[in-house]
């Protein structure tokens, strides 16, 4: 797992977010990612329009991305840490910062 990858895979799952791709995105996640999720989207704006990865930095064996999410209503930036989990990135916590 690289920088790159892991850049591309959060920009993906970025996209599918706003699009409403739940099943997409959700499957960007771990068991524990996906509890935490709730959570999360209940801080995120109405109406996503946009995503946009504002960084991508390695911590030991994992990344830290923070994507910031625009809508009808403000923005919100969602940290989320990434690591290898079945021969890819997935998401194994995240939060609003």
């Known amino acids: 797992m690289d920088e790159d ?3 591309r895979q959060a920009d993906a799952h ?3 977010t706003v699009e409403g791709d739940l099943r997409s995105a959700g499957s960007d996640l771990t068991q524990d990612a996906l509890t935490a999720a709730g959570a999360v989207m209940k801080k995120m704006p109405t109406s996503l329009s946009s995503s ?3 960084s ?3 911590e030991g064996d994992e990344y830290v991305v923070l994507i910031r999410y625009s809508g009808e209503d403000g923005d919100a930036v969602v940290e989320s840490r990434w690591a290898e989990r079945d021969g890819r ?3 194994v916590d995240l939060k609003v910062v």
Request: aromatic letters at 0%; charged letters at 25%; zero cysteines.
């Open 52 to 54: 946009a990865i504002e």
């Open 56 to 58: 991508v930095a390695s």
């Open 5 to 7: 990858t892991v850049r």
């Open 14 to 16: 970025g996209r599918a």
């Open 89 to 91: 990135p997935k998401i």
